[in-house]
């Protein structure tokens, strides 16, 4: 059945609202089953819980207000000339508007792999990067449908929804370690006998270091599920700004073929791309799981939008080779 971007919006809003509820849920768990652990009481798992909230919530502050200033200079990006990449900035500025948003900064990565990423905490604090090789690549059509991509992570306030989930996934990640470590120096064993909790603290206990070891692996995997839908999210934000399917798609394709290894990207950064820059034939990729929905699957959710036929068996198979 064909859709409209207004359905793929809703959908993908509901199933990153969910997701972000699940990884809060897991970090509860979590503190909770170690708090009623060590005191047996379950007024210490709520105070656990609380603790790794305002431990992770205080580690993102630097991130938050800084964060955009540490990508783009472990990006190599510089600011976008305004005689030089003047058709750039007007093609931002087109986009920008139809966004309803204020114009970003604009920087240029000298690099011939195209590709392009967005951050900033709010739409008045936003920047836009894109390499050298994206301009020398696209055409203006498919350079719209990348910007347009790019100011739909803006205006959705993809970057401050993708914090709170990173919130929620440091918090799990440091409650497990210092977890792990107290009942690598005795802690957990000192509590039991102080407190006396008998079998069922016992149980809580076998329960807090399955949590401790199983919760970082899954709330990764809820990590990389909100980024898979807000990136669906934001191609459909690009169909509603340039009421134009075609020209993203042929971006999307275009940047996910191209065989140009983008040096400055790496691990940290790789989840901000509008396609992922680490390619499947780079020593890099070895044992990264994936920060991005399936390229194919991308094309064939924007060719839903206009009745276009779908991806065939071998057009879905050269993508997947190098992506």
Do not use: C
């Not at 170690?34 to 609380?50: E, H, K």
């Not at 093609?91 to 948003?101: F, P």
């Not at 005795?186 to 006998?193: A, E, L, M, P, Y």
């Amino acid at each position: 059945m064909r859709s409209t971007f207004y359905d793929q919006q809703a959908s993908n809003r509901r199933s990153s609202l969910l997701l972000m509820v699940a990884a809060a849920l897991l970090l509860a768990a979590l503190g909770f089953s170690i708090g009623m652990a060590y005191t047996g009481y379950v007024a210490g798992g709520a105070g656990f819980t609380a603790v790794a909230l305002v431990i992770g919530i205080v580690m993102s502050l630097g991130s938050y207000y800084g964060g955009d200033a540490i990508v783009l200079a472990a990006s190599q990006a510089r600011a976008a000339d305004p005689v030089e990449h003047a058709q750039l900035l007007n093609v931002v500025q087109e986009m920008a508007i139809a966004a309803g948003v204020p114009m970003p900064k604009v920087y240029l990565i000298d690099d011939t792999a195209p590709n392009a990423f967005a951050t900033g905490r709010d739409p008045a604090h936003a920047s836009v990067a894109v390499t050298t090789g994206l301009l020398e690549k696209l055409d203006r059509e498919e350079l719209q449908g990348v910007l347009a991509h790019e100011l739909g992570h803006v205006r959705n306030l993809d970057i401050r929804f993708m914090l709170l989930v990173g919130v929620l996934v440091g918090g799990i990640a440091l409650l497990s370690d210092m977890f792990m470590r107290s009942l690598w120096f005795g802690g957990g064993r000192r509590s039991r006998n102080d407190n006396g909790g008998g079998g069922a603290q016992a149980i809580m206990m076998v329960v807090a270091v399955v949590l401790a070891i199983l919760a970082p692996i899954a709330a990764r995997l809820v990590q990389l599920s909100v980024s898979r839908q807000r990136e669906y999210l934001a191609d459909a934000t690009a169909v509603e700004l340039t009421r134009n399917p075609r020209g993203l798609e042929r971006a999307l394709a275009s940047i996910a073929t191209d065989r140009e290894v983008l040096e400055v990207a790496n691990r940290a950064t790789q989840h901000l791309y509008i396609v992922n820059p680490i390619k499947k034939f780079e020593a890099r990729a070895a044992g990264l799981l994936s920060t991005h929905p399936p390229i194919a699957d991308r094309i064939d959710r924007l060719r839903q939008l206009h009745a276009f036929p779908v991806l065939t068996v071998e057009e879905r198979a050269a993508l997947g080779s190098v992506e």
